[in-house]
């Protein structure tokens, strides 16, 4: 049985092209067997190459690490576009990196700080933002006391999954990525609360708060914001299938 039949076998909606990114990985015939075979079973596609595809960036992910979602691009394009050169963003709960460093190509000059609370998600990041500061730690709690009301753009793509929903998910991220990446908490919204109630002392007068969020959550979304102290709008990208909340904090 040839590769793309046995990936299409295993429910590969598009065999050829992880055929053929398979075989351009693999040193020889047994190393593409093993890598399909590790397909077949589950394993995402990204860790088996070693990279993802995010923004028109090759991002370094590694087994374990949670690999970036196309849409969270719509997430990293918003988060530019609030930033100019010499802006400082923060990248928090960063995983891998992907959004600051789509952030970083679009908008050279900003100043870029990046945090997560999982070690190898954190060495990740660092491969991928040779020229950030990224820091190992749970939220803000990691970041340079000197920040404090001096950022101008913190992004966050929490997990927003709610608990009770994370059996429902494909197996290749149930069993390969970790649960801290995926679980939200009761409604999905637990980070996004923490998030919000600590982003206020962070940002200047008329910095920017944005995260990633379901469209069924996005109302009960919007009110954390503002409970928060923020002015907020959702925005949608209906290509991506992609839904954010983008707040202010008053000037």
């Given at each position: 049985?040839?590769?793309?039949?046995?990936?299409?076998?295993?429910?590969?909606?598009?065999?050829?092209?992880?055929?053929?990114?398979?075989?351009?990985?693999?040193?020889?015939?047994?190393?593409?067997?093993?890598?399909?075979?590790?397909?077949?079973?589950?394993?995402?596609?990204?860790?088996?190459?070693?990279?993802?595809?995010?923004?028109?960036?090759?991002?370094?992910?590694?087994?374990?690490?949670?690999?970036?979602?196309?849409?969270?691009?719509?997430?990293?394009?918003?988060?530019?576009?609030?930033?100019?050169?010499?802006?400082?963003?923060?990248?928090?709960?960063?995983?891998?990196?992907?959004?600051?460093?789509?952030?970083?190509?679009?908008?050279?000059?900003?100043?870029?700080?990046?945090?997560?609370?999982?070690p190898a998600a954190v060495a990740c990041a660092r491969?991928?933002?040779?020229?950030?500061?990224?820091?190992?730690?749970?939220?803000?709690?990691?970041?340079?006391?000197?920040?404090?009301?001096?950022v101008d753009v913190v992004v966050a793509n929490v997990?927003?999954?709610?608990?009770?929903?994370?059996?429902?998910?494909?197996?290749?991220?149930?069993?390969?990525?970790?649960?801290?990446?995926?679980?939200?908490?009761?409604?999905?919204?637990?980070?996004?609360?923490?998030?919000a109630d600590g982003a206020l002392d962070w940002l200047?007068?008329?910095?920017?708060?944005?995260?990633?969020?379901?469209?069924?959550?996005?109302?009960?979304?919007?009110?954390?914001?503002?409970?928060?102290?923020?002015?907020?709008?959702?925005?949608?990208?209906?290509?991506?299938?992609?839904?954010?909340?983008?707040?202010?904090?008053?000037?």
């Amino acid at each position: 049985m040839d590769v793309v039949t046995r990936l299409r076998a295993a429910g590969c909606v598009f065999a050829e092209d992880e055929a053929r990114l398979l075989t351009e990985a693999a040193g020889s015939p047994v190393e593409l067997d093993e890598l399909v075979a590790a397909r077949v079973a589950g394993e995402p596609l990204e860790h088996l190459l070693g990279w993802a595809e995010f923004a028109g960036l090759r991002i370094a992910v590694t087994s374990g690490v949670f690999v970036p979602r196309r849409r969270t691009e719509f997430l990293a394009e918003a988060a530019a576009g609030l930033c100019g050169p010499g802006s400082v963003v923060v990248d928090l709960c960063c995983g891998c990196g992907a959004i600051g460093a789509a952030v970083a190509a679009a908008v050279p000059g900003v100043v870029l700080h990046a945090a997560d609370v999982d070690p190898a998600a954190v060495a990740c990041a660092r491969r991928n933002l040779p020229t950030a500061e990224v820091h190992l730690g749970d939220l803000f709690t990691p970041l340079p006391r000197a920040l404090r009301g001096h950022v101008d753009v913190v992004v966050a793509n929490v997990p927003y999954v709610p608990t009770a929903e994370i059996d429902w998910m494909p197996v290749e991220a149930r069993l390969h990525e970790p649960l801290s990446a995926l679980d939200g908490g009761a409604d999905g919204l637990g980070f996004q609360r923490a998030v919000a109630d600590g982003a206020l002392d962070w940002l200047r007068p008329g910095g920017h708060l944005l995260v990633e969020t379901s469209e069924r959550q996005s109302p009960v979304s919007l009110e954390v914001f503002a409970g928060a102290g923020f002015t907020a709008e959702v925005r949608t990208c209906d290509e991506r299938d992609s839904t954010i909340v983008v707040g202010t904090r008053p000037r």
